[in-house]
T-cell receptor, first 112, second 113 residues
């Protein structure tokens, strides 16, 4: 089955700096890669996703890149703000399974 | 549009007891997924229901089971509770089997004493 590794497990950045979180996946058949943000005590919220036919996707300060050859994808947050502080999860889904395999999460702290 | 809802919010049980958790998907969504989020372990896939049938299950023992009703709501049942079952149980829904995007509910916090 699919295995998703996520790094780093914790990340501290100064407000205004950029943050990058990286994930690798094992199953070359995976074709859907969402990112979720989970604030303390709240539900995971989908913030951006990418499919395997696209190399990069951007939504305001958030971008995701995908390298299918290397089987890794990354979340980039620019101009970080204190409200970006949360745990971020990457996930991968194999075509036809509709089952998400999650990374273990990255706790991002944005220091004002 | 109302989001995914779950009940109850919190639950405290003792070892050996049984528990039922409930989930209502977003209106129009037919697929429901259950995940376990134990401390420090991320989200682990439990079960997937679509159109009333169990489509897939994760690496969990048979005492974890569930069902989906004709209105697409779902129940997760856990029998013979163990201490390590203490976790946040999250439900997610999506439009149908042709769509990957899943939207999560707020979860049910289960504590087993």
């Amino acid at each position: 089955g699919e295995n998703v590794e996520q790094h780093p497990s914790t990340l501290s950045v100064q407000e205004g700096d950029s943050a990058v979180i990286k994930c690798t996946y094992s199953d070359s058949a995976s074709n859907y890669f969402p990112w979720y943000k989970q604030e303390l005590g709240k539900r995971p919220q989908l913030i951006i996703d990418i499919r395997s036919n696209v190399g990069e996707k951007k939504d305001q300060r958030i971008a995701v890149t995908l390298n299918k050859t290397a089987k890794h994808f990354s979340l980039h947050i620019t101009e970080t703000q204190p409200e970006d502080s949360a745990v971020y999860f990457c996930a991968a889904s194999e075509a036809g399974s509709y089952q998400l395999t999650f990374g273990k999460g990255t706790k991002l702290s944005v220091i004002p | 549009e109302a989001g995914v809802t779950q009940s109850p919010t919190h639950l405290i049980k003792t070892r050996g007891q049984q528990v039922t958790l409930r989930c209502s998907p977003i209106s129009g969504h037919t697929s429901v997924y259950w995940y376990q989020q134990a401390l420090g372990l991320g989200l682990q896939f439990l079960l997937w229901y679509d159109e009333g049938e169990e489509r897939n299950r994760g690496n969990f023992p048979p005492r974890f089971s569930g069902r989906q009703f004709p209105n697409y709501s779902s129940e997760l049942n856990v029998n013979a509770l163990e201490l390590e079952d203490s976790a946040l149980y999250l439900c997610a829904s999506s439009w149908d089997r042709g769509t990957d995007t899943q939207y999560f509910g707020p979860g049910t916090r289960l504590t087993v004493l």
